[in-house]
C-alpha cells in the first residue's frame, strides 16, 4: 500500500514540474515578447522586470515572493525525494551529457568569481539596464536544467509560439513603413526611429530574437508535411523574411548565412529536403524583391536601414541569386519527379562549400589585417567599414573589441586569477571605468558608459566576464549542444531546429551581446534539445513519468 502512494506521489511531481513547465513557456514565448509599458521608454527595464517578476521573485506588501524557478525548484526536491524512496534516484542522475557538464561548470565559475571579485556589489544582480549578474546567469542555467528534464512538445503551443513571433514580426514590418498603430513612435526623431522597432526595443535585441526563432519557424517550413501546417509556416516565412531585410542590424546577415549554410548541408538527406531547402530560398529572395518594390512605390514613408539590406531588396544583382534558385529548385523537382535525383551521392558539395567559406574567413581576416597595417600595395588597399580594422570598425565595435581584449589583459596582470575565472557576471563595465575611463569618456562622450556595457562580442565580453575557464565553459554549452542535437536529429529530426536556432545565436551574438530577450530563449530552446537527445524522441503532452 505505501508503495503504491509513493508511486502516486512520484507521478504527480513528474506531471505537475511538467504541465507547469508549460505554462512558464506560454508566458514566455506568448506574453514576455509583446510585452512593453510606456512604449520605449526604459524598455530594457521593462523586459527585466516582467522576466524577474515571471521567473525569479515578485515583490509585493513589502516582502519577495519567489515566482516560477522557486516552485520547479521546490517541486524538483519533491521529485528527487520521491524517487529516492523508489530507489530511481541514482538512475535519474546516471544520464549526464557533456552540455550538462559545461553548463554547471559555467555557473560554478560565475559563483567562484562573485565570492573573490573586487565587485561584487556590481555582479549579483548585474549593471543597471541589463541585469546579467549571477542572478541572471543562474536563472538560465536553471532553466536549460529544467527544459531537459520536464520538457513536453506540444503541437498547437508550438503554432501559437510562432504566431506571437509573427506578431511581433509583422509590427516590425510596419514600423519600417512609418506605420505605428500604436504609437510607439511619438516623440521620437527621425534617427531614433531607425534604432527602435516591434514590442522589443533597440534594433540588435529584436534582432537576437528573429534570429532565434525564425530559424525554428525555417525548420518547420523545411520539415513539415501537412497542409495547414505548410500553408500556416509559408505565411510565416513571409513575414520573417520582410522584416530580416528591413530591421537593420547587419549581424541578423551574419546569422541568416549560418543557419543557410547549416540548412543546405544537412538537406543532403534526402531529395524532398532538398527540393524545400531551395523552395523556402526561393520564398525568401522572392518575398525581398517585393520588399524593394514596396520600397520605391512608398518611398517618402520608408525608414532607411542599412546598405546590405538595400542592397537585398533593392540591387539588380540580387535577380542573379534569384534567378539560379529558381532554376535549381525547378531543376531538382523534375529530377526527382523523373527518378534521376539523389542527393545523398553529392555531400562533398557540402563538404566543399565549408571548407570554402572557413578559407573564405581565414582570406577575408588576413586581408583585413594586412588591409589595416599598411602592408598592401596601394592599389589593393580599401577604406571600407568593413574591410579596414579601426576604432570605428563595425559600428564602433573596433574600439570596444580593443577595450576588451585589453582589459583582460590587465585584469590579469594585476588580478592572476582573474585571468582564470574572470571579475565576475556583467563585470565589464566596471573593468572598463578603471583601466579605460578616459578613454571612453573622450571617444563617446555624452553617451558615456552606456555603449560599452560590453564588448559587442559576447564571447569577448565573457572572456572578461568568466576568464578562460568560463568561456571554454560558456561556448562548451554551445558547441556540445550543437552536436549532441546534430547526432540525435538522425533519429529525431526535430533536433536540427534546435541546431540551426543556436547557429544563429552564435553567429548574431558574436556581433553582440547577452540581454534579457534572446539569452534566456536560447537556453531554454537548448534544454529542450537535452530533453529530445535524451529521450530519442520527442516526449509527448500524454506521456507519462
Not at 509599458?37 to 516582502?63: C, D, P, Q, S
Not at 521529485?79 to 530511481?88: D, P, Q, S, V
Not at 582573474?418 to 555624452?446: C, Q, R, T
Amino acid at each position: 500500500m505505501l508503495k503504491k502512494k509513493t508511486e502516486v506521489k512520484e507521478l504527480f511531481s513528474f506531471k505537475f514540474l511538467k504541465e507547469f513547465i508549460g505554462v512558464y513557456l506560454a508566458f514566455f514565448f506568448l506574453l514576455f515578447p509583446l510585452y512593453y509599458e510606456r512604449n520605449y521608454a526604459h524598455i530594457g527595464e521593462v523586459k527585466w522586470k516582467i522576466y524577474r517578476n515571471f521567473t525569479l521573485y515578485i515583490k509585493m506588501f513589502g516582502l519577495t515572493v519567489p515566482t516560477a524557478l522557486g516552485v520547479m525548484v521546490v517541486v524538483f526536491l519533491l521529485h528527487m525525494r520521491a524517487l529516492g524512496k523508489t530507489g530511481e534516484r541514482e538512475q535519474f542522475w546516471k544520464s549526464v551529457s557533456k552540455t550538462d557538464i559545461c553548463a554547471l561548470a559555467y555557473i560554478i565559475i560565475c559563483f567562484v568569481s562573485t565570492i573573490i571579485t573586487p565587485y561584487k556589489e556590481y555582479v549579483v544582480m548585474g549593471s543597471g539596464g541589463w541585469y546579467c549578474g549571477l542572478i541572471f546567469q543562474l536563472s538560465v542555467v536553471l532553466l536549460y536544467f529544467f527544459m531537459s528534464r520536464y520538457w513536453r512538445w506540444d503541437d498547437i503551443m508550438f503554432m501559437a509560439y510562432l504566431g506571437a513571433s509573427a506578431v511581433v514580426y509583422l509590427l516590425a514590418v510596419m514600423h519600417r513603413f512609418s506605420i505605428d498603430p500604436f504609437n510607439f513612435y511619438a516623440g521620437l526623431s527621425d534617427d531614433r526611429k531607425r534604432t527602435f522597432l516591434t514590442t522589443m526595443g533597440q534594433n540588435t535585441w529584436y534582432s537576437s530574437y528573429l534570429v532565434i526563432i525564425f530559424p525554428i519557424g525555417l525548420f518547420a517550413y523545411w520539415y513539415v508535411k501537412k497542409k495547414s501546417y505548410r500553408i500556416a509556416t509559408f505565411l510565416y516565412l513571409v513575414l520573417a523574411s520582410m522584416t530580416i531585410v528591413t530591421q537593420d542590424s547587419d549581424s541578423a546577415f551574419m546569422a541568416l548565412f549560418a543557419i543557410n549554410l547549416v540548412l543546405f548541408a544537412v538537406s543532403f538527406r534526402s531529395n524532398e529536403y532538398m527540393i524545400r531547402y531551395f523552395e523556402s530560398l526561393v520564398v525568401m529572395l522572392t518575398t525581398w524583391r517585393i520588399v524593394g518594390f514596396m520600397q520605391m512605390i512608398f518611398a517618402d514613408s520608408v525608414l532607411t536601414t542599412g546598405k546590405i539590406m538595400l542592397f537585398c531588396s533593392q540591387s539588380n544583382l540580387m535577380w542573379i541569386p534569384w534567378a539560379a534558385s529558381v532554376a535549381i529548385y525547378v531543376l531538382l523537382r523534375k529530377l526527382d519527379k523523373e527518378h534521376k535525383l539523389d542527393v545523398t551521392k553529392y555531400k562533398w558539395i557540402y563538404k566543399v562549400l565549408i571548407a570554402a567559406v572557413l578559407l573564405g574567413i581565414a582570406a577575408l581576416v588576413i586581408y583585413i589585417v594586412l588591409n589595416t597595417t599598411g602592408a598592401l600595395p596601394e592599389n589593393l588597399r580599401s577604406t571600407s567599414n568593413y574591410l579596414y580594422f579601426d576604432d570605428g570598425w563595425g559600428n564602433h565595435r573596433g574600439i570596444n573589441w580593443k577595450m576588451a581584449v585589453n582589459t583582460y589583459i590587465a585584469t590579469s596582470k594585476d588580478h592572476p586569477w582573474m585571468a582564470v575565472i574572470g571579475g565576475g557576471p556583467d563585470s565589464y563595465v566596471e573593468s572598463i571605468k578603471i583601466y579605460f575611463g578616459e578613454l571612453v569618456n573622450d571617444y563617446f562622450g555624452s553617451r558615456g558608459y552606456g555603449t560599452v556595457q560590453s564588448a559587442h562580442n559576447e564571447f569577448l565580453t565573457e572572456l572578461v566576464w568568466g576568464g578562460a575557464l568560463g568561456l571554454i565553459a560558456y561556448v562548451g554549452i554551445f558547441v556540445t549542444a550543437i552536436i549532441r542535437n546534430l547526432k540525435a536529429s538522425k533519429k529525431t529530426p526535430e533536433s536540427l531546429a534546435i541546431v540551426l536556432a543556436i547557429v544563429g545565436y552564435m553567429a548574431h551574438n558574436f556581433f553582440c551581446y547577452q540581454q534579457v530577450i534572446c539569452t534566456p530563449t536560447i537556453f531554454i530552446i537548448i534544454g529542450m534539445g537535452e530533453c529530445i537527445a535524451r529521450m530519442g524522441e520527442l516526449r509527448l503532452i500524454s506521456d507519462g513519468g
